[in-house]
Nanobody, 128 residues
Framework: QVQLVESGGGLVPAEGSLRLSCSVT????????AAWFRQAPGKTREEREF???????????YYSKSVRGRFTISKDIPKNAVFLQMNNLKPEDTATYYC??????????????????WGQGTQVTVSS
């Protein structure tokens, strides 16, 4: 069974940086993709916002317009891990961040309902 564990969240002032990590166990992915989503307070699971995606077995990344140029998604295949470097954070980035993986999707699949494996989330709070 695939398990995902996120870490790296916390409280940071505006314009600060954080690096989120997602460790994937139970299966090694060579196809498909991984992605980061976020869920703001008051939003449902179905309303999770796509942040960034990356393919496992090929090059390719995709970012939402709201984070492009500030966030960078990367992967470490031997460690079966995915990362999200977040720079120049803004108060509107405050949310619970979730990692998702799926062997049938690609990095530009922005619909949260399509992703089958999820972590428990890590809280990111950006103070103004």
């Amino acid at each position: 069974q695939v398990q995902l564990v996120e870490s790296g969240g916390g409280l940071v002032p505006a314009e600060g940086s954080l690096r989120l990590s997602c460790s994937v166990t139970g299966r090694t992915f060579t196809t498909g993709a991984a992605a980061w989503f976020r869920q703001a307070p008051g939003k449902t699971r179905e309303e999770r916002e796509f942040v960034a995606g990356i393919n496992w077995g090929s090059r390719g990344t995709y970012y939402s317009k709201s984070v492009r140029g500030r966030f960078t998604i990367s992967k470490d295949i031997p460690k079966n891990a995915v990362f999200l470097q977040m720079n120049n954070l803004k108060p509107e980035d405050t949310a619970t961040y979730y990692c998702a993986v799926d062997d049938l999707l690609n990095y530009a699949d922005t619909n949260a309902a399509a992703w089958r494996s999820w972590g428990q989330g890590t809280q990111v709070t950006v103070s103004s």
